[in-house]
């Protein structure tokens, strides 16, 4: 694995060396753009919406657009001044229980891995995180952009979990979302009694990229027999069988018997 970035952990007066790696993996298959008669590659230009003209990068800038269409240009050096500061540490500020942190915070994980220098003192935080049940605030500053993170511990790893600051969370208040319906006991019981079916031990190795697995059969396939028609891909997702469409408890009726069969 190649380091993301190379630093150390400021944990009160002790610092410990360490690099951090992507904690996860794209498997996205690329697929370029191209001129179906030809196969000709799609490029992408910088053209001036007012004359088509294409723009050399010298003579691009950026700015703010303002209410009345006019624009507020930003140097590079005015850019530069507004970024964070650039610097090498993960600055611990405060030490919280994860449970008190909402799912819809977490963002993106990485692997925080000593330096050789620094074994002692990584493990020394990971024992302690460890014995306090609990997960270091932290900031950190990667791609010219300050973000917030978590540091926990995940078996022998401690783990930097990048977190999103409050700010960039919608307040799900803006969504229509449905008040003062009544739900009946009955319901509610058989709709607990399909989670109780379906309630499994969590084994994340057991889910599957599908799609990219039926993309590579389809693309080996095609590449084997180009004169032919690109097949369609089945859905396989599994129709729901139900009742009369307005009679929720048919529906929960029929659901219970399709996982029982």
């Known amino acids: 694995m190649k380091a993301l970035w190379k630093g150390?952990?400021?944990?009160?007066?002790?610092?410990?060396?360490?690099?951090?790696?992507?904690?996860s993996v794209t498997h996205r298959i690329d697929l370029d753009m191209i001129r179906k008669?030809?196969?000709?590659?799609?490029?992408?230009?910088?053209?001036?919406?007012?004359?088509?003209?294409?723009?050399?990068?010298d003579e691009i800038a950026k700015g703010y657009?303002?209410?009345?269409?006019?624009?507020?240009?930003?140097?590079?050096d005015e850019i530069a001044k507004a970024m964070p500061e650039k610097t090498q540490t993960i600055d611990i500020f405060e030490f919280v229980l994860e449970d008190e942190i909402p799912s819809q915070y977490l963002e993106k994980p990485y692997i925080v891995e000593p330096e050789k220098a620094a074994a002692k003192t990584y493990a020394l935080l990971r024992a302690a995180l460890k014995k306090s049940g609990k997960v270091g605030l932290c900031k950190f500053v990667l791609r010219q952009s300050e973000h917030l993170g978590i540091?926990?511990?995940?078996?022998?790893?401690?783990?930097?979990?990048?977190?999103?600051?409050?700010?960039d969370l919608r307040d799900p208040k803006e969504a229509k979302l449905?008040?003062?319906?009544?739900?009946?006991?009955?319901?509610?019981?058989?709709?607990?009694?399909?989670?109780?079916?379906?309630?499994?031990?969590?084994?994340?190795?057991?889910?599957?990229?599908?799609?990219?697995?039926?993309?590579?059969?389809?693309?080996?396939?095609?590449?084997?027999?180009?004169?032919?028609?690109?097949?369609?891909?089945?859905?396989?997702?599994?129709?729901?069988?139900?009742?009369?469409?307005?009679?929720?408890l048919e529906q929960l009726?029929?659901?219970?018997k399709a996982i029982k069969n």
Not at 69 to 75: A, F, Q, R, S
């Open 151 to 167: 540091l926990k511990v995940e078996e022998d790893a401690i783990l930097l979990i990048q977190i999103r600051f409050d700010q």
């Open 8 to 23: 150390g952990i400021s944990f009160g007066l002790v610092n410990i060396p360490v690099r951090l790696f992507s904690g």
């Open 253 to 256: 009726k029929a659901s219970l």
């Open 65 to 76: 657009r303002k209410e009345n269409g006019d624009y507020v240009i930003l140097d590079k």
């Open 178 to 248: 449905p008040t003062g319906i009544t739900i009946q006991k009955k319901e509610l019981d058989m709709a607990m009694n399909i989670i109780d079916q379906l309630t499994e031990k969590f084994e994340p190795e057991k889910y599957k990229d599908t799609y990219k697995d039926e993309l590579i059969k389809l693309i080996k396939k095609k590449a084997a027999a180009p004169s032919k028609k690109t097949p369609v891909l089945k859905e396989r997702r599994a129709k729901a069988k139900t009742g009369a469409a307005d009679d929720l």
């Open 37 to 57: 008669k030809d196969q000709c590659a799609i490029q992408y230009v910088r053209v001036c919406k007012k004359d088509g003209k294409e723009v050399p990068w």
